[in-house]
């Protein structure tokens, strides 16, 4: 079976595979690598672990929070949440965005890409005070608050996801009371883009 069609190469043409290993700066490379990091950042969130109820220190809070390890269960999920954990309150999907692309900078001498893009970010809260939306919505309002000042203090750091913008996709709304009724329980969500560059 032929690779190619006939007449491409010359018959005596040798091809070789190139044995030259090239360097990955990030061992989940450039289209996961976000991703994870989005997600490791939100797990050392202290505004996080201190809604789930873990302690800012715990130094076993990232694996409780990502991997449902010791006894604990997860709270942050990608790409799609865990459906026997749904009713966890506050939790945290991650996705990708719908944009990602290489982009061309020159180097001086050297011309060289890097990738930027966009992930989605979906938060879902708890209802503290079902008698009272008003009141709800503030509480929900300064956990989202005091959570994205945690993310945003860390996407200058070197190694870390370079956060550019952060934008509602869809406002804290809950679900409406038919939803509410049929699950036994409300709470608040929202979703965020948030555009990223390496």
Known sequence: MAWFPAGWF?????????????PDPDPEGPVLAPLAKLATLLAAS????T????ATDDPYAS??????ARGFQRRIFYPE????????????????GPDWSLE??????????RPRG???????GTDEYPEDVECSMRAFGIYLGQLLDDLRSQFALDDELAGENV??????????????????????????????SS
């Open 51 to 54: 809604a789930c109820g873990l």
């Open 46 to 49: 202290p505004t996080f672990r």
């Open 118 to 124: 966009n992930l989605r970010l979906v938060l879902f």
């Open 10 to 22: 010359p018959s005596d043409a040798t091809i070789v595979a190139s044995t030259y290993d090239w």
């Open 167 to 196: 934008r509602w996709e869809y406002p804290p709304s809950m679900p409406p009371v038919e939803v509410a009724q049929s699950l036994g329980y409300s709470y608040w969500h929202c979703s965020f883009v948030i555009e990223w």
């Open 104 to 113: 061309l900078d020159a180097g001086g001498g050297q011309n060289y890409t």
């Open 63 to 68: 694996e409780k929070l990502l991997d449902g």
């Open 81 to 96: 949440v865990d459906w026997e954990n749904f009713h966890l309150r506050p939790s945290a999907v991650l996705q990708f």
